[in-house]
């Protein structure tokens, strides 16, 4: 029985290392209790709910618990109350995160054409992949607000280790590295300035990472 228990226990730990959750904006569900599943696309399984977090019209803030030594990090857009199609992707050059831990990201610039209007429901879809190649989904409820803010400070630490964003275009990032500029300033007046992606964390991705993306596409992971 006790070489039962913590045979379970073993796997548990091993569950809940392999997965991740969205802290911000507030997810539909606790996806590492039953009956989710974060193996499960689009949404671990998880419902919309009427748990709406307001977001800037212009993009929000996100905040993971990510427990991989390293996570490829798509993150896609549905529009509507009800929205089952993220046709809409607001890493359209994917995100490479190294090291566990806590992972802000100040502001995902909506696409430029989306047209966004306040009080707008919608749906945020994250995509992780890890080491093994499989993808894992969690989803969050929105509503566009002109009076929403992104988050800063306290509030957007990051706490994983090593370079933070790696992408192909440094454009995709261009407004959180312009509120990540105005923090630095703050920093020097004594403010302690906000985590963010910083200029010096990001890098070009591989071929070899280009072509993993042409593979999650091409199996219809998103």
Known sequence: MLVKTLVAAAT?????????????????????????????????????????????????????????????????????????????????????????????????????????????DASIQVVTVGKSGSALYNCADIRFSQNATILSGDDCMNTTSGPLIYVQDQNAIA????????????????????AAVHGSSIHVLTSTVAVLMAMVVASGLL
Not at 16 to 27: F, G, K, L, M, R
Not at 29 to 55: I, K, L
Not at 68 to 76: E, L, P, T
């Open 12 to 120: 548990f730990a091993t569950a809940v290392q392999a997965h991740y959750s969205i802290e911000y904006p507030t997810w539909r569900a606790d996806s590492f209790e039953d009956p989710y599943d974060q193996w499960m696309r689009p949404c671990a399984g998880a419902n919309v709910t009427r748990n709406r977090t307001e977001w800037p019209l212009d993009g929000g803030s996100l905040v993971l618990g990510l427990h991989h030594s390293f996570d490829y990090i798509f993150v896609n857009l549905g529009l509507g109350s009800e929205a089952t199609s993220f046709n809409i992707s607001l890493t359209p050059n994917f995100l490479n995160n190294t090291g566990n831990g806590t992972l802000c990201i100040p502001r995902l610039p909506i696409p430029a054409g989306v047209e966004i209007r306040d009080g707008q």
């Open 175 to 194: 407004a959180a590295q312009d509120d990540d500029k105005d923090d630095d300033k703050n920093a020097t007046s004594g403010d302690k300035p906000s």
